[in-house]
């Protein structure tokens, strides 16, 4: 058990640009949340897989942002065009039979 | 919808001292109750959990009783190091919603020698 790896841990990007962020969870989960925190708050739901299956989005996830889980595996989250509200912690975490979330050490995005 | 609501922080306290952190809940049905920590530098970790009303949950000396009457899950422990010192937030699972978590805003927990 290697745990929930998240990369990059940091990505500084300026307004308009895309960018990609990454999770590998750990190896025999089949169930796959992201969530976004921002300063001084608790962790938001964005998205839910099971397997390479999206099977809830929530509405805080714009038509700007994107989420794949190819080969029900590791997970990309895409956001184009971003926005300095974007600026956040992004969250991954997997979830094995016991039904607990594993959360990985996160990526700091922040838009200049 | 489900909502989660925590003491505010920052709560400071000298070593051994007793610490209460509130958490009020609420949810429809019968969610899952948790409590994460947050270590500087860090990523959450899950503390402890309770599954239904009256369970107590426990790990490390802390402890939170599942009260459905009340609707909340107070966080205590008994004696806090600085060890302690981290962000402690509360949460809920619904029974329902592919159980996703819904988090409290977090409170910053400072233990002084």
């Known amino acids: 058990d290697t745990g929930v790896s998240q990369d990059p841990r940091h990505k500084i990007t300026k307004r308009g640009q ?21 300063l001084g708050q ?14 809830e989005k929530s509405r805080l996830l714009s038509d700007r942002f994107s989420a794949e889980r190819p080969k029900g595996s590791f997970s990309t989250l895409e956001i184009q065009r971003t926005e300095q509200g974007d600026s956040a912690m992004y969250l991954c975490a997997s979830v094995g039979r016991n039904n607990e979330q594993f959360f990985g050490p996160g990526t700091r995005l922040t838009v200049l | 919808g489900n909502s989660v609501t925590q003491m505010e922080g920052p709560v400071t306290l000298s070593e051994e001292a007793f610490l209460t952190i509130n958490c009020t809940y609420t949810a429809t049905g019968y969610p899952s109750l948790f409590w994460y920590v947050q270590y500087p530098g ?22 939170a009783t599942y009260r459905k009457e009340t609707t909340s899950f107070h966080l205590e422990k008994g ?20 159980n996703k978590l819904i988090f409290g805003a977090g409170t910053r927990l400072a233990v002084h020698p």
Do not use: M
């Open chain 1, 42 to 55: 608790g962790p938001e739901f964005l998205t839910y897989f099971q397997n390479e299956a999206q099977l």
């Open chain 1, 18 to 38: 895309n960018v990609t962020f990454r999770c590998d969870p750990i190896s025999e989960h089949n169930r796959l949340y992201w969530y976004r925190q921002t």
């Open chain 2, 79 to 98: 004696s806090v190091q600085v060890s302690d010192s981290a962000v402690y937030f509360c949460a809920l699972s619904s029974s329902g919603g592919y």
């Open chain 2, 42 to 63: 860090e990523g959450l970790q899950l503390l402890l959990k309770a599954t239904k009303a009256d369970d107590k949950g426990s790990n490390k000396g802390f402890e």
